[in-house]
């Protein structure tokens, strides 16, 4: 009960309407941590909270700060594969994969507070037969799905032949409706996102407000 309560004292917005625990009445709450063997945990920035090769079994969501995953090919280079942020969870793709080690690793971006939730007793009917299991098994169904579809728009970018037309194709994800967006990422860290040069990148984005067609200051961008 003790996790329940500091979950209610801090962070309880930021659980309370999040995705994997839509259609649970929130007085179930407290009896649903504790039969998911709920726990949290604080991490600096830069920190890592799970380096790739370790084993997994536990879906982490983001309570406060945010968190990047990273993935290292053989020859040491990093590409940023997903920044996430409060309410957002990760891990989970990997463990209802059946993969016991996680192949990329996730880093605090920034403070951080993660709550772990074992994801076997997700899954797994109690004795008490509760009812919220079957939802939390829809509800993490429908969080995979989705990830499923970005992940396909992410692979639509890098499929772009040139850095140009892959950051035309970003900004034009982000932006959504609005000629004015922000990104998550620094420079080295959209470069990363796109893997490319970022020397290059950094030309492309001059020829394009060059040419008038873009204005931005850090990661603060404006189609035009």
Not at 101 to 123: G, H, M, W, Y
């Amino acid at each position: 009960m003790k996790i329940f309560k500091n979950i209610m004292k801090k962070n309880f917005e930021n659980v309370k309407d999040n995705p994997l625990f839509q259609g649970i009445a929130h007085d179930e709450f407290t009896q649903m941590f504790a039969c998911i063997g709920a726990k949290t945990q604080n991490y600096k920035k830069d920190c890592v909270i799970m380096m790739s090769g370790d084993r997994i079994d536990s879906v982490g969501l983001i309570l406060s700060g945010s968190v990047k995953v990273i993935e290292e090919d053989i020859d040491g280079n990093t590409a940023i594969i997903n920044e996430l942020s409060v309410s957002e969870i990760f891990g989970e793709v990997f463990v209802f994969a059946g993969i016991e080690r996680i192949p990329v690793t996730v880093q605090a971006s920034e403070d951080s507070e993660i709550l772990f939730i074992n994801c076997k007793k997700i899954i797994t009917a109690c004795s008490k037969v509760c009812g919220f299991h079957t939802r939390l098994i829809q509800n993490m169904l429908k969080i995979i799905s989705q990830k499923t579809l970005a992940l396909n728009r992410k692979i639509e970018i890098l499929s772009k032949r040139t850095t140009k037309e892959k950051l035309l194709a970003f900004f034009d994800l982000h932006r959504g409706a609005s000629k004015k967006f922000t990104i998550p990422y620094n420079r080295e860290e959209l470069a990363r996102y796109l893997c490319v040069d970022r020397s290059a990148m950094s030309n492309e984005l001059c020829k394009l407000r060059d040419e008038g067609r873009l204005k931005f200051n850090k990661n603060s961008f404006e189609i035009l």
